[in-house]
């Protein structure tokens, strides 16, 4: 009896250290925000938006995506480099990329992001957003702007029939990103679009575009 109670307490002790490992390992990361992330997740938001913006992640939207199951679906992206999407006669000397990432589920969740590779010389208000073809909205999260030691959220945006866009400051810092989500029915075509300001300008100006 007394070597069976032993060989019984061993077993749990060893269960209990088993668990407390599976556990340790089951998330990957933690932002201040307190989502918690596992390796996969973390993985596919670097592949659908960029390393680093696992940060910014609100538990409402780890819960969107999870709900969506968004997760578990495959990352389509599709990249631009300096493309001559701006505002005026020129185009500024800074390279910028510009991408377009998709994952679908039922609906689609979609991300645009405009990456500046260097500083660009005039920090105005520029203009990022969509045009959709054949497909409808869902729902939009606003565009996140970032940068160093820098963030801030622009939910206003400026609706067509036919899509919808954003005014952003570009701020004086390094590292600028523009990032937008919105989400869409499946099927049709969703087009990217970030124009640059040539000269700068107010943001009352800036809100004048007509279309997107």
């Not at 709900?67 to 505002?87: A, C, G, S, Y």
């Amino acid at each position: 009896m007394t070597f069976r109670k032993i060989l019984t307490g061993g077993l749990v002790c060893a269960l209990g250290v088993t668990l407390m490992q599976v556990n340790a390992k089951e998330y990957y990361y933690e932002n201040n925000n307190g989502v918690k992330l596992t390796e996969q997740e973390y993985n596919f938001y670097t592949e659908m938006y960029w390393e680093g913006y696992q940060e910014y992640i609100s538990k409402n939207d780890y819960d969107y995506f999870k709900n969506m199951n968004i997760f578990e679906q495959k990352v389509i992206k599709h990249t631009v480099n300096d493309t001559p999407l701006t505002r005026g006669a020129t185009v500024t000397s800074h390279l910028r990329t510009l991408s377009i990432s998709k994952a679908c589920s039922e609906k689609c969740v979609i991300s645009l992001v405009n990456r500046w590779n260097g500083n660009p010389t005039i920090k105005s208000y520029d203009v990022i957003g969509v045009r959709l073809k054949n497909v409808s909205l869902v729902s939009k999260t606003g565009v996140l702007v970032t940068g160093t030691n820098y963030s801030k959220m622009y939910n206003s945006s400026k609706d067509f029939d036919s899509g919808f866009g954003y005014s952003i400051l570009v701020p004086n810092v390094d590292n600028i990103k523009a990032t937008l989500t919105f989400t869409t029915t499946t099927g049709g075509t969703v087009y990217g679009s970030y124009q640059h300001a040539a000269t700068n300008t107010t943001e009352n100006i800036s809100e004048q575009f007509s279309s997107i």
